[in-house]
Each structure stands twice: as structure tokens, then as C-alpha cells.
Nanobody, 118 residues
């Protein structure tokens, strides 16, 4: 099952964006959802993940204190709120789901592009 990531765009350094992850008709209540990103010329890396319980077992050191993952089960959506964006946050961001954060299904969707530039 592929999730749809949205909310990307062009933002200046120091700015903020909120990404959304959802799939029409799919409840995310019982799933963990993880955010990943891939910068041009670099390998894909994990950003953060949230369990169905709301526990957040993982956030990458590079984004701690700046990015926050959250979920709204009523809206069947998981968010990634990104503050204090830096040029090295420029990447395509993807989300995956699975029973737990260490068991995500690797069904990559199109992702959403975040460009941090002045």
C-alpha cells in the first residue's frame, strides 16, 4: 500500500513547512508511519517514525529539535512539521506504513519535494 506524501515546496532557510502523509480511504489507526528523505545524489535516510500508539521511537539526529512527527487518526493523516529549515534539508520526502516502525512496508510512493533555498 503506497501512501501519498504532500505539502512540499520552496522555502527560504529558516522557514517552516508541514508535510502530510495519507491515502484516501485508508485508516492509519493501526499502523506505524515513518518519514524518509532522499537528497540529490545521496542515499535515502530515515527522518522519523511514529507508532500506532503515538510513541516516537526514532528521530534522526540531524533533525532533532527542528522536525516533529505527529498523527491525527481522525483525519487519517500523519504530519511532519519542519521548522528552522536548512539548505541540507532539501530532498524528496516519502512516507511508509507498517505494523511497527521497525517493520515498515517498502512501497515507495512519489514523495514530495522540499527545496530550501534563498
Amino acid at each position: 500500500v503506497q501512501l501519498q506524501a504532500s505539502g512540499g515546496g520552496l522555502v527560504q532557510p529558516g522557514g517552516s513547512l508541514r508535510l502530510s502523509c495519507a491515502r484516501s480511504g485508508l485508516s492509519l489507526d493501526s499502523y506505524a508511519v515513518g518519514w524518509f528523505r532522499q537528497a540529490p545524489g545521496k542515499e535515502r535516510e530515515g527522518v522519523s517514525c511514529i507508532e500506532s500508539s503515538g510513541t516516537i521511537p526514532y528521530t534522526a539526529d540531524s533533525v532533532k529539535g527542528r522536525f516533529a512527527i505527529s498523527r491525527d487518526n481522525a483525519k487519517a493523516t500523519v504530519y511532519l512539521t519542519m521548522d528552522s529549515l536548512r539548505p541540507d534539508d532539501t530532498a524528496t520526502y516519502y512516507c511508509l506504513l507498517g505494523p511497527h516502525c521497525d517493520e515498515l512496508y517498502t512501497s515507495w510512493g512519489q514523495g514530495t519535494l522540499v527545496t530550501v533555498s534563498s
